[in-house]
C-alpha cells in the first residue's frame, strides 16, 4: 500500500512495486531452474541412449569380423606382404569372398565326381545282370558243354566278339581328356553292352564260325 499523497512516479513507489511484483510468485525463479534442468537432463538420456545404440552396433559388427576371421581358414594364414599387422576389414571381406568362390567350385567338383560314380554303379549292374543271365543259361543247358569244342575256336568266338565291341567302342569314345574318356566309356557300356545287345553279337559271331567250320 502506498502512503496517501504519494505520486505512482515517486521511485519508492516504483520500488515498493517490484517487491509487490516479486511476492505474487516467490517460486518463479526456481520453476524455471528445475524445468531448464529437466530439459538437460532428457537431452542427455537420448544423447546416452544413441552412444550406447551406436556402440552395440560397432561391438556386432566387430564380433561378425572376429567370426569371419575365425572360420575362414585364409584369414588365420599368415601374410608375408602385410606382416603381423592386423587385417583390416577390406582383406577380410575379400577373402571371405575367395574362399566362399573355392567351396562353390569343390562343390562343383564334388557333384561331377558323384555322377561319375553313379554311373560306374549302374555299369555294374549292368554286367551282373549280364552274369547272372550267362550262368542261368548254362543251368538250363547243363548237357551243351558235352561237344565240346577247341580251344581255337573258342578263341575265335572271343576274337569275333571283341572285334564287334571294338567296332562300336572306337566309333563312339572320345579321347580329348580323362574325364570325358571316362563319361564316354560308361555311355558306351550302357550303349552297347546290353544283355540283348551281347547276345545279338554273339548268336552272329557262332554263326559265321559255323558255316566255317561245316
Known amino acids: 500500500m502506498t502512503e496517501p499523497g504519494a505520486s505512482p512516479e515517486d521511485p519508492w513507489v516504483k520500488v515498493e512495486y517490484a517487491y509487490s511484483d516479486n511476492s505474487l510468485d516467490p517460486d518463479d525463479e526456481d520453476s524455471d531452474y528445475h524445468q531448464e534442468s529437466y530439459k538437460e537432463s532428457y537431452k ?77 554303379v549302374t555299369a555294374l549292374k549292368i554286367m551282373k545282370v549280364n552274369y547272372e543271365q550267362i ?31 571294338f567296332e562300336s567302342f572306337n566309333a563312339s569314345i572320345s579321347v580329348a581328356s580323362f574325364q570325358e574318356l571316362s563319361a564316354c566309356v560308361f555311355s558306351w557300356i550302357e550303349e552297347h553292352c546290353k544283355p540283348q545287345t551281347l547276345r545279338e553279337i554273339v548268336i552272329g559271331v557262332l554263326h559265321q564260325l559255323k558255316n566255317q567250320l561245316y
Open 135 to 165: 550262368v542261368k543259361a548254362h543251368q538250363d543247358n547243363p548237357h551243351e558243354g558235352e561237344d565240346q569244342v577247341s580251344d581255337e575256336v573258342k578263341f575265335n568266338v572271343f576274337q569275333g566278339v571283341m572285334d564287334s565291341l
Open 44 to 120: 542427455d538420456r537420448r544423447r546416452r541412449a544413441h552412444t550406447q545404440s551406436e556402440q552395440k552396433r560397432r561391438d556386432a559388427i566387430k564380433r561378425g569380423y572376429d567370426d569371419l576371421q575365425t572360420i575362414v581358414p585364409t584369414c588365420q594364414q599368415q601374410d608375408f606382404s602385410i606382416g603381423s599387422q592386423k587385417l583390416s576389414k577390406a582383406i577380410v571381406l575379400q577373402k571371405t569372398i575367395d574362399y566362399i568362390q573355392f567351396l562353390h567350385k569343390e562343390k562343383k567338383k564334388q557333384e561331377e565326381e558323384v555322377s561319375t560314380l553313379r554311373k560306374d
